[in-house]
């Protein structure tokens, strides 16, 4: 059975904590700290509906979190299972990002990424997402990067 994208329901919040947790979980050593996609509230999120997973045979390999903004809508988070990363996964959930922004008449899509998180920076930009501005502040340097529609 092909992969489907679906919204997430209660019952996924474990398994999309746990896959939050090993694709990010690589970049603590780099960033000295648990990226900020750790530190969400699923439970939360999946309860307000911002949270989409990648699901093929009942497991959860994938997920994006998007926030309607006044004028964009926001990629929160998007993060592929390690086991599964490498297999067109990423593409495709950033194609349902896009989707989904024409969907709600959304002309552009902006995200944010650690700066150390450059495979990340390197793909988006490799899908067209332009860098728009860093922020550095104490314990966090973020880049920022849209995509016009």
Excluded: W
Aim: aromatic share 6%; with cysteine.
């Amino acid at each position: 059975m092909s992969p489907l994208i679906r919204p997430a329901r209660a019952g996924d919040v474990p398994a999309v904590t746990a896959l939050v947790a090993a694709a990010y979980g690589i970049y603590i050593p780099r960033i000295g700290r648990p990226p900020l996609p750790m530190q969400d509230d699923y439970a939360e999120l999946v309860g307000r509906g911002l949270v989409h997973v990648l699901e093929q045979d009942g497991a959860v390999l994938g997920l994006v979190v998007l926030v309607r903004e006044p004028d964009c809508l926001l990629l929160d988070n998007i993060a592929v299972a390690p086991s599964a990363q490498k297999q067109g996964h990423g593409r495709r959930l950033l194609a349902f990002v896009e989707e989904t922004a024409r969907a709600a008449g959304f002309e552009t899509i902006r995200l944010f990424t650690n700066v150390a998180m450059v495979e990340n920076i390197a793909l988006y930009g490799r899908c067209g997402y332009e860098e728009t501005h860093r922020v550095a502040e104490p314990d966090l340097h973020l880049v920022h990067m849209a995509k016009r529609l």
